[in-house]
């Protein structure tokens, strides 16, 4: 291979790494997935969920293996939304779980941590809990104009990889409070994914 040759290759690959970068820009701006985030939070980085109308936006810090994360994801108020990462699988088994729900006594917007152990979840089994990894923050809230909610968590990534199985969901049943069930149409059931925080890389 010729050095005119690999040199076209490495330009190319250029363009389309920034071709790319700026469609994640456009797709992820704050005006389409529902403006600006409360707080005055920013993220380095995001990508649109293949599925459930959802956005996912992070920030990464290598020294200590830290992640900031907004989850956004279109829902009726009185739905719910989840957002976890998965040690030691895809899919739900071994999920590590935010929920954000409306709280039964008041309304307002709750989430929750729990860690989702069998396929056979009683409503009993959703309960805040700590998780296998460290949790430094967490929030949730909710967005009546843009109907969607949002949650906000600062986690330490498992084992320190940047690559993790991460799982997302929603639905509007619920059983003794808490979120419980979901439908099992397509979407639903394949709604989770491997990524990459370093690399913005989803499989």
């Known amino acids: 291979m010729s050095k005119l040759t690999i040199f076209l290759l490495v330009l190319l690959f250029l363009q389309k790494q920034q071709l790319r970068s700026q469609a994640q820009q456009i797709i992820c701006a704050g005006e389409a997935v529902g403006g600006a985030f409360s707080g005055g939070r920013s993220y380095t980085s995001c990508i649109p969920l293949p599925y459930l109308d959802a956005v996912l936006f992070w920030t990464y810090y290598p020294s200590s293996a830290a992640l900031d994360v907004a989850y956004r994801a279109r829902q009726s108020a009185a739905g719910w939304v ?104 397509r979407d639903h059931l394949s709604s989770f994914a491997s990524l990459d925080f370093l690399t913005g890389e989803l499989a």
Not at 122 to 149: K, M, N
């Open 82 to 185: 989840a957002w976890a990462i998965n040690p030691t699988g895809q899919g739900m088994v071994g999920a590590n779980a935010f929920l954000a729900f409306p709280d039964a006594a008041t309304g307002a917007s709750t989430v929750i941590t729990t860690q989702l152990r069998s396929f056979s979840v009683q409503p009993s089994d959703i309960r805040d809990e700590a998780l296998t990894f460290a949790v430094y923050g967490r929030e949730a809230e909710y967005s009546a104009d843009g109907g969607y909610y949002t949650i906000y968590a600062t986690v330490e990534l498992p084992g320190n990889r940047t690559t993790q199985n991460t799982v997302w969901q929603a639905s509007t049943t619920f059983a003794g409070g808490v979120p419980y069930g979901h439908p099992f149409d």
